[in-house]
């Protein structure tokens, strides 16, 4: 069974900084890529980040030069460190652990989810 418990969530001030984790269990977490959507109020859930199993990264372009994801293998964790904060930046923050990634770096969503992690960037 796999789970995936996301925490650091909270509110800031814009240009203040956080940093996501995403602790997995249940599989073996070197193996596969991760990513972190979000989903802001009305709005789709989008991808902001994902890592692959050798460490390459990708981001959205809303993010870029902000956001930066990482992994520890040998805590099975997955982070997000998220600089500079814009308010649009307020969302409830997932990870997902992926089905796979395609032979051009495309991120492919698996149906396993975290809870959660509510991010408000508000002065």
């Known amino acids: 069974q796999v789970q995936l418990v996301e925490s650091g969530g909270g509110r800031v001030q814009p240009g203040g900084s956080l940093r996501l984790s995403c602790a997995a269990s249940?599989?073996?977490?070197?193996?596969?890529?991760m990513g972190w959507y979000r989903q802001a109020p009305g709005k789709q859930r989008e991808l902001v980040a994902t890592i692959t199993s050798g460490g390459s990264t990708n981001y959205a372009d809303s993010v870029k030069g902000r956001f930066t994801i990482s992994r520890d293998n040998a805590k099975n964790t997955v982070y997000l460190q998220m600089n500079s904060l814009k308010p649009e930046d307020t969302a409830v923050y997932y990870c997902?652990?992926?089905?796979?990634?395609?032979?051009?770096?495309?991120?492919?969503?698996?149906?396993?989810w975290g809870q959660g992690t509510q991010v408000t960037v508000s002065s």
């Open positions: 249940g599989s073996i977490f070197s193996i596969y890529a």
């Open positions: 997902n652990r992926a089905a796979y990634v395609d032979y051009s770096g495309t991120y492919y969503q698996s149906d396993y």
